[in-house]
């Protein structure tokens, strides 16, 4: 591992202070800790310093070694031994972290890494002129199926072509991030093979050779997937849909919604934050039936998520939850 430094004295800044909700939250985490050990929330608590500050200043280290009672070279070896952590400035747009594990580097990382030295500086960590986009190479990010892949904040884009990853730095630079999907940017559904399967495509077939007749009768009866059914129109508990309109919501930034899901709320016209704030529980129960949610919609509190977001947008949400929408 290469030594890993502070940022030099004359960009660090004099002092650190948590604003109002991530102090509240900095002491409802450092609660959940036995008493003796809230030292060991050192690890998330340099995280938000990060995500507020947008790097970890020296500053914030010993802020937070102070909060938690603890030598600040206790806090110095945590912040410098986790790759995770910026230990100087970075692009306040963006901050791309490209993979150049075996995989990915099999995959045409090595031409992702060209378009971030053409687009934003030809050095790693080195931000561009405006100082809003930088990039690094890291190690493997947990995605080796669909190489090459970036991070990008929280969110990973996958089975990127130089062109796609040209184009995603141009919409972090203008500020129109939001609008790139993260996940796969070539159509593929999650890791699933991309030629498509291959294999359980018939369910009036066993799955397998030694399966009972009385698990053989199961499988040729069995109905298909209720999210894949068309909805019942005149079901008095489905919600009122609408037609897409211009200024359709990313549904997305609801946690528990996904591409598919997001699809298939599309297919009931649901379109905006508003609608599912309004849901009463029989349709939310009926919503979650036709998901085959089985309680997700509650347990995830679909409703407050909604209502945060489109009272003010991600900002609205990260201040109620104390995290960014997804």
């Known amino acids: 591992m290469s030594v890993r430094r502070l940022a030099e004295d004359d960009v660090q800044p004099a002092a650190f202070r948590f604003n109002e909700d991530n102090a ?4 409802q985490t450092i609660g959940k800790y036995p008493q003796g050990r809230q030292q060991s929330a050192i690890i998330p608590l340099l995280m938000r310093a990060q995500e507020q500050e947008g790097w970890v200043t020296k500053a914030a280290i010993e802020s937070i ?11 110095l070896e945590v912040a410098t031994f986790y790759t995770q952590f910026q230990l100087k400035p970075v692009g306040t747009k963006a901050h791309i972290q490209v993979c150049g594990t075996t995989p990915c580097m099999l995959r045409g990382s090595e031409e992702l ?31 080796c199926v669909n190489a090459p892949m970036v991070m990008i904040f929280k969110d990973a884009y996958e ?11 141009d919409k972090f630079e203008a500020g129109e991030g939001d609008s790139v999907s993260p996940g796969p940017q070539n159509g ?28 053989k009768k199961t499988l040729a009866s ?6 894949e059914e068309a909805p019942v129109q005149d ?31 599309h297919s009931l016209g649901i379109y905006k934050w508003e609608q599912i704030t309004k849901w009463t529980k029989e349709e939310r129960d009926w919503v979650d039936g036709y998901l085959k949610f089985k309680g997700r919609i509650e347990r995830e509190d679909w409703v407050k998520q909604a209502e945060a977001l489109a009272k003010g947008g991600a900002e609205e949400y990260e201040r109620v939850f104390g995290k960014k929408p997804r």
């Not at 089975?159 to 730095?169: F, K, S, Y």
Request: aromatic share 4%; charged share 25%; with cysteine.
């Open 159 to 169: 089975d990127l072509t130089p062109e796609q990853l040209a184009d995603i730095i």
């Open 113 to 143: 890494i060209r378009v971030c030295r053409n687009k934003i500086n030809s050095q790693p960590f080195e931000t561009n002129e405006a100082g809003s986009l930088s990039w690094e190479e890291v190690e493997c990010q947990g995605a």
């Open 235 to 265: 079901d008095a508990n489905r919600p009122q849909g609408i037609e897409k309109p211009e200024d359709a919501d990313n549904l997305r930034l609801i946690s528990g919604v996904g591409p598919k899901i997001e699809g298939l709320l």
């Open 222 to 227: 069995k109905p298909a997937a209720a999210a």
């Open 65 to 75: 070694a102070d909060m938690l009672e603890m030598p600040y070279i206790r806090a």
């Open 24 to 27: 509240a939250w900095a002491q």
């Open 188 to 215: 593929r559904h999650l890791s699933a093979p991309i030629s498509g399967l291959k294999t359980l495509l018939d369910e009036d077939k066993p799955v397998a050779a030694k399966k009972t007749s009385t698990q």
